[in-house]
């Protein structure tokens, strides 16, 4: 954390020219998003608003590195998208964007504190720096008695926060999360999303969250709103 010395990775712009994704299916060609123009800036966090279909995912996955555009340009920082190879593009995911889902993702053999130490298991952290790191995310989101335990004696609430920190566990700049509170109760939705506006907040990274629910984006000073892969 910012206080501790624990997030030294500030957030980043992001901006797409003339983003286009198409689909392939056996009857016809689906454009998934069709010549998208948006930028937000360093340590902001945006809603993007949208019925499902309308190109939310889509545009998360792209900016995410976890899918190709058909055409377009996407700048996070100083990184083209796709001007990376596939192993930068895996550098890309590993240390540069964290991602939080509607489905929690967590691993449910391992415990929070485990679930959160993989990550920098991967990125080769070492072990002092990684129980750090686990500590102060799971004291950071109000976790910090439950790291013990496993995802089925946490609840939907509980297992979220622990996802924002997995999100977290290698300092990203980026952090998408598309739907985060599909699952959760208005208690927990409201949880939930100050964390995500506390991220940009108080420890300037760029946040970008998507969801179909007004109640869960309110509190945003900035909602776009998609429509049939376009903004409206």
Known sequence: ??????????GVPV????LTK???????QVRALKG?????GPGEAVALMGPSGCGKTTLLNLLGGVDHSTGGDILVGDQKLAALSERDLEKYR???????????NLIPTLTAGENLELPMLIADVDAAQRKQRVDGLLQMVGLGAKANKRPEELSGGEQQRVAVALSLANDPALILADEPTGNLDTGNTETITALFLSLAEKYGKTV?????????????????????????
Not at 15 to 18: G, I, L, T
Not at 36 to 40: F, L, P
Not at 94 to 104: I, R, S
């Open 1 to 10: 954390m910012a206080e501790n010395g624990f997030f030294k990775n500030r």
């Open 36 to 40: 998208v123009d948006w930028e937000i």
């Open 94 to 104: 590993l240390h540069k964007v964290g991602f939080v889902f509607q489905f929690f």
């Open 15 to 18: 901006k797409v020219a003339k």
């Open 22 to 28: 198409a689909y392939e299916t056996s009857a016809e």
């Open 208 to 232: 970008i969250m998507a969801s179909h629910d007004p109640k869960a984006v309110e509190h945003f000073k900035k909602v776009y709103n998609m429509r049939d892969g376009s903004f409206v």
